[in-house]
């Protein structure tokens, strides 16, 4: 068990106001991520992190900054929420995958975000 | 840039029945990882089995396996003895096998019904 919490789970917003959701990890894991999940899209990635202080943009970053300020915290913060913005917001670390080393992302239980 | 294909939004499979779940991508990298992943209605993103590219012999987790075509990019998952538990989304990701460690690229999606 990765140890993933994500909150929060739920959220109704309105256009224009800030949101920040946050990802928790219990076990020191230096990769995490951010994905969105829209219908027709799939999961898109929104940005990652490499370590603390360290982050990186992915496919869909328009709208949206991050910080790890701790290894275990990796926060997602919309300034300023807009309509399109509405989706289901998964969080995500790399680990091992036990039998081959290879590293596979586990996820957290999703956060609904509605911005209206 | 990667693409991953998967021309089928649903699908529907009798009980104890097989099905086949396509996916195709697109890449001109030669290391590289393939995975499924499986979305229940609960919205939890499942592991449900990994296929590295440099592997020839297709990989298998129990009552699931893989037809991993790497001339033809094809990447396809036989469900056996399907059972009500495996209705779900179905998602097909690649992963490069340099640098971050998880972007996944997501497929949209195959959506299955198991008819009892």
């Known amino acids: 068990d990765a140890g993933i919490t994500q909150s929060p789970r739920h959220k109704v917003t309105e256009t224009g106001t800030p949101v920040t959701l946050r990802c928790h990890q219990t076990?020191?894991?230096?990769?995490m991520y951010w994905y969105r999940q829209d219908p027709g899209h799939g999961l898109r990635l929104i940005h990652y992190?490499?370590?603390?202080?360290?982050?990186d943009k992915g496919e869909v970053s328009d709208g949206y900054s991050v910080s790890r300020s701790k290894t275990e915290d990796f926060l997602l913060t919309l300034e300023s929420a807009t309509s399109s913005q509405t989706s289901v917001y998964f969080c995500?670390?790399?680990?091992?995958?036990?039998?081959?080393?290879?590293?596979?992302?586990?996820f957290g239980a999703g956060s609904r975000l509605t911005v209206l | 840039a990667q693409t991953v294909t998967q021309s089928q939004p649903e699908m529907s499979v009798q009980e104890a029945e097989t099905v086949t779940l396509s996916c195709t991508y697109d890449?001109?990298?030669?290391?590289?990882?393939l995975f499924w992943y499986k979305q229940p209605p609960s919205r939890q993103m499942i592991l449900v089995i990994r296929?590295?590219?440099?592997?020839?012999q297709n990989a298998t987790e129990n009552r699931f396996s893989v037809n991993f075509q790497k001339a033809a990019k094809s990447f396809s998952l036989k469900i056996s003895d399907s059972q009500l538990g495996d209705a779900a989304m179905y998602f097909c990701?690649?992963?490069?096998?340099?640098?971050?460690?998880?972007?996944?690229?997501f497929g949209k999606g195959t959506k299955l019904s198991v008819k009892p």
């Open positions: 890449t001109s990298e030669s290391d590289y990882y």
């Open positions: 296929q590295e590219a440099y592997k020839q």
């Open positions: 990701a690649y992963r490069s096998g340099g640098g971050s460690q998880g972007n996944l690229i």
């Open positions: 076990e020191n894991h230096r990769y």
């Open positions: 995500a670390i790399s680990e091992s995958d036990g039998v081959s080393g290879a590293n596979v992302l586990t």
């Open positions: 992190s490499y370590g603390v202080k360290d982050t």
